[in-house]
C-alpha cells in the first residue's frame, strides 16, 4: 500500500499545500450547500406568496359552485403543499448536511495543525542533534589538528642538537597533553553521531511516516470519504420528498381532470333558471275576427324580475333580513320553489349550527359558574351571560322551528303534486270545456266556503313546471286562484286536488 509517509518523505510543501487545498475545497463545497438553502427558501417563500395572492378569500370560498373553481382551488393547496417540500429539503440540507460539513472543517482544520506541528517538532529535534553533531565535529578537528602540531613539534625538538632536556620534555608532555584532548574530543563526536543517525534514522522511517500518514493522509482520506457522503445525502434528501413532490403533481391533475364542463352548466341552470317556457307561437290574426292573443302578450315580456318585491312588512330585502336576524324568519318568497327550498335548508343547517354552538357556550358558562360559586368570582356578569346566551337560544330555537314549517309546507305541497305528460304540440291544445254542474275545485286545506268568491283565471300559454312546487298547465285550462300574485311575477292556483305556481304572465283572471 503506497503511504505519503514513505513515497513523499520529501515532498511535505507538497503534502501540506495538498492538505491546505482539500480543507479549502470543503468549505468551499459548504458554501455551495449554503446557497442552494437560501435559493430553497426564497423559491418557497415566493411560492408561497403567489399562492396567498391567488388564494379565495374566506367570504369567497362559502360560495364556490363550479367545478373550475374547486379544481383551482385544490390546485393552490397542492403548490402550496409543494412549496412545503422545498422547505424541508432546505432544512434537512442545513441541519444534516451543511452543520457537518462546517463542523468537519472545523475539525480538519485543528488537526492538520497538530500534525504539521508535531512534524515540525521531530525535525527540529533532528536539526538540534544535527548542530550538536557538527560542534563535537569541529571541536574534534581543532584537538586532532592541535595534536598532530604538538607531536611535529616533540619529534622535531627530539632531533634537534641544541634543545635541552627539558624543554624536550616539556613538548613531550605537550603533546600527550593534546593527544588526550583530541581522544576525548573523538568520543564526543562518535557520541553525537551515533545520536544524530539513530534519531535521523527514526526520524525517516518511523516518526515523518507515521505523523503524515496518520495526521494528514488518513484525515484527508476520511475527509473524502465524508464529502462524498455528503453528496450522496444531499441527492438522497430530494429523492425523499420526490413522493410527496409526485403526489403534488398527481393531486394538480386530479384537479384538472375533475373539472366539469356539463355539470357547471347545470349548476348554472340550477342556480338561476326561472322555470319560465319559451312563448308560444301566435295566432293568426284575421281582420274582422276577435283575436285571443290580444289579451296574450309575451309572457318574458311581462314577466318581473325577482327580487324587487316588498316584503310583507313594507321594507327592502336587506333591512327585513336585520330584523329576521332578531325575530322573523324569512319566508324568500321572491325565489321560484326549487330555489326557495334550497334557502330553507341551507338556513336550517346554519341555525342547528348556531344551536349547538350556543349549547357548547352555555355548558362552559355553567361550569365557569360552579367555579366561580366554591372560590368566589363575579357571579352577576355570569348570571347575566347565561341570560343572554338563553335568549339567544330561544330565538334560534323560534326560527328554527319557522324555518322547518315553512319546508314542512312546502313538503306537503309538492306532496299533493301529480305529474301529465307535456304536450309536443307546436300550437297550444284547444280549450278545455267544463263540465256542465262543476263545482269549483276545493282544497283539503280550506272549507268550502272560502271558495264561493274564488277568483279564476284562464291559462293563454303551456307551462311546464318542472320544480318542486310549480305546476305543469295547459292553454286554455281555467283555474281558481289561491293565492295572487304579489309582486314576485308568480300567481297560486289549484286544479281539483292538485295546487301549484305558475308565472302571472300565463294566465288571464276572468
Known amino acids: ?91 434537512e440540507v442545513h441541519n444534516q448536511i451543511l452543520k457537518e460539513m462546517q463542523k468537519l472543517s472545523s475539525e480538519s482544520k485543528v488537526e ?41 613539534v616533540y619529534d622535531t625538538a627530539t632531533q634537534a642538537l641544541d634543545i635541552t632536556k627539558a624543554q624536550i ?48 493522509q488518513s484525515p484527508e482520506e476520511s475527509r473524502i470519504n465524508k464529502l462524498a457522503g455528503f453528496f450522496c445525502q444531499f441527492a438522497q434528501i430530494q429523492q425523499k420528498v420526490n413522493p410527496i413532490v409526485l403526489k403534488c403533481f398527481e393531486g394538480m391533475v386530479a384537479a384538472g381532470e375533475s373539472c366539469g364542463p356539463n355539470k357547471d352548466s347545470l349548476t348554472l341552470i340550477d342556480r338561476h333558471k326561472t322555470g319560465e317556457s319559451p312563448p308560444g307561437n301566435l295566432q293568426l290574426e284575421e281582420w274582422g275576427k276577435p283575436s285571443n292573443s290580444l289579451a296574450a302578450p309575451s309572457p318574458v315580456s311581462k314577466l318581473k324580475p325577482r327580487g324587487t318585491k316588498p316584503n310583507k312588512f313594507g321594507m327592502s330585502n336587506k333591512k327585513k333580513e336585520q330584523l329576521n336576524n332578531e325575530t322573523y324568519a324569512n319566508d324568500y318568497s321572491d325565489l321560484p320553489p326549487a330555489q326557495r327550498k334550497k334557502k330553507f335548508n341551507k338556513t336550517i343547517a346554519s341555525l342547528e349550527d348556531q344551536l349547538n354552538q350556543l ?77 256542465d254542474g262543476l263545482q269549483a275545485p276545493q282544497s283539503p286545506e280550506f272549507p268550502n266556503d272560502e271558495f264561493d268568491d274564488e277568483l279564476r283565471c284562464s291559462v293563454l300559454y303551456d307551462f311546464s313546471g318542472n320544480n318542486e312546487g310549480e305546476m305543469s298547465v295547459y292553454s286554455g285550462e281555467e283555474l281558481a286562484i289561491v293565492e295572487d300574485d304579489d309582486g314576485s311575477g308568480w300567481t297560486r292556483v289549484l286544479r281539483g286536488d292538485e295546487e301549484g305556481y305558475i308565472p302571472t304572465s300565463y294566465v288571464q283572471k276572468i
Not at 396567498?52 to 360560495?63: H, I, R, S, V, W
Request: aromatic fraction near 8%.
Open 1 to 91: 500500500m503506497s503511504t505519503w509517509g514513505f513515497d513523499l518523505w520529501d515532498q511535505r510543501d507538497i503534502i501540506e499545500k495538498h492538505t491546505h487545498n482539500g480543507i479549502e475545497f470543503l468549505d468551499n463545497c459548504a458554501r455551495f450547500m449554503k446557497e442552494r438553502i437560501r435559493v430553497e427558501q426564497e423559491y418557497a417563500k415566493s411560492m408561497r406568496k403567489l399562492v396567498k395572492q391567488y388564494q379565495f378569500k374566506k367570504k369567497e370560498e362559502d360560495d364556490l359552485p363550479y367545478t373550475y373553481q374547486h379544481a383551482f382551488k385544490k390546485l393552490l393547496q397542492e403548490t402550496d403543499d409543494f412549496a412545503g417540500q422545498r422547505e424541508v429539503i432546505s432544512e
Open 112 to 152: 492538520r495543525r497538530k500534525a504539521l506541528q508535531t512534524l515540525n517538532e521531530h525535525k527540529n529535534h533532528l536539526e538540534q542533534l544535527n548542530k550538536a553533531l557538527q560542534v563535537a565535529k569541529n571541536k574534534y578537528d581543532k584537538a586532532s589538528e592541535e595534536a598532530n602540531t604538538a607531536l611535529k
Open 169 to 216: 620534555l616539556k613538548y613531550q608532555k605537550t603533546s600527550q597533553e593534546k593527544g588526550h584532548v583530541a581522544d576525548k574530543a573523538k568520543e564526543d563526536y562518535k557520541l553525537a553521531l551515533d545520536s544524530f543517525n539513530k534519531t535521523q534514522t527514526l526520524y525517516y522511517q518511523a516518526d515523518l511516516p507515521d505523523t503524515i500518514n496518520k495526521g494528514l
Open 359 to 435: 349549547e357548547k357556550q352555555r355548558a362552559g358558562m355553567l361550569k365557569i359558574a360552579d367555579t366561580s360559586k366554591q372560590f368566589g368570582g363575579d357571579m352577576a356578569s355570569i348570571q347575566g351571560q347565561i341570560d343572554a346566551n338563553e335568549k339567544d337560544a330561544e330565538r334560534v330555537k323560534g326560527l328554527l322551528h319557522q324555518y322547518k314549517c315553512y319546508l314542512e309546507a312546502m313538503d306537503g305541497d309538492s306532496g299533493r303534486k301529480s305529474s301529465r305528460p307535456t304536450s309536443n304540440a307546436d300550437f297550444p291544445p284547444p280549450p278545455i270545456e267544463k263540465p
